[in-house]
């Protein structure tokens, strides 16, 4: 008997990518609860925070402050507070 393999969502990187540069042109700061509000969920919580890190890394975002998760998955957690980057898109 064979068991069915999951689908997994291949594309969720690259539109998590797209919805955090257009959350860094329409939003002063955003984090990833935000995110998390405009985005399907991702296949894997690890996910959210590699695709901020690929916008960082592509200097399209930079950190600015921490605050507390209102998400109830994230249980407060602590997670960082965003702004598009000095420079980018301009």
Avoid: Y
């Amino acid at each position: 008997m064979t068991t069915a393999m999951a689908l997994e969502d291949t594309d969720w990187a690259m539109d998590a990518q797209i919805a955090i540069a257009r959350l860094a042109i329409t939003e002063a700061q955003f984090s990833a609860d935000d995110l998390r509000r405009v985005l399907r969920p991702a296949p894997h919580p690890n996910h959210v925070g590699a695709a901020f890190l690929a916008c960082k890394n592509a200097g399209l975002i930079e950190p600015i402050n921490t605050t507390t998760s209102t998400s109830k998955s994230r249980n407060h957690g602590s997670l960082k507070v965003w702004r598009r980057a000095e420079g980018a898109g301009r």
